[in-house]
């Protein structure tokens, strides 16, 4: 999906851009209420000389292409519970989800966008809100399902799924990245360790043992052994030719 940047003029009519500097909390989701608008149509009715409401948002969303009206560090006029400081007006970031064309396709535009946000603010879904949560409006209509909300339950999953599926495929941290390293290089010593701890068992015979080693040497394959092993052969022959030391 395709996402540009459009903002509307800091001087729109009826203070829809009022400039007021925010550091978001929250995104607030919204259906724009109308079945027939685009998400380019939304964009240009906020600065249509017909339009006389004091009412803006962030982000609008289509099947095809998400249009940033408003930067995400100025509020917007979204959540209808005016402009206290704690409001949802001056704390969250509006994103109005269109109701024309296809609209699974949108919706899940929707749901790719606020993953992506919410990933790049290290935020959950708990950051997420519904206009309603604000205000009391049902809106976003679309997942209002008679007052049940199961279209926001199901807009929160999805959302979910899309964080999970990223955090899998995710490049790693330094901080895993080196945890990993240090775990390779001491599998990498104990390798070093076990091998030479292999090679210990299987050496030729010492000087010692060569006596011993050449009596038995019809028997014995193969011709390596540990130290121990050289020792307990050099005794047993040693006993065996009645040699004391
Ligand atoms: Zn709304």
Known sequence: ?????????????????????????????????????????ERGWLTNPSNDRTASFHIVVDEREAIECIPLNENAWHAGDGSGASSGN??????????SGNYAKTLENAAELVASMLRERGWGVDRLRRHFDWSGKICPRLMYDNGKWTGWTTFKNMVSARLAAKE?????????????????ATVQKQNERIKSMEDQRNIPAPEWAKEAAEYYSPHMNPKTGSYDFWRALTIQYRKEKGITV
């Open 168 to 184: 899998d495929n995710e490049e790693m941290t330094p901080e895993v990245k080196k945890m990993i390293e240090e775990l390779q």
């Open 1 to 41: 999906m395709n996402y540009r940047v459009d903002h509307i003029p800091k001087n729109t009519a009826k203070d829809r851009r009022p400039g007021l500097a925010m550091q978001a909390t929250t995104i607030t989701i919204h259906n724009t209420g109308n079945p027939s608008s685009t998400a380019a149509n």
């Open 90 to 99: 001056r704390t969250s970031i509006g994103i109005e989800i269109c109701e």
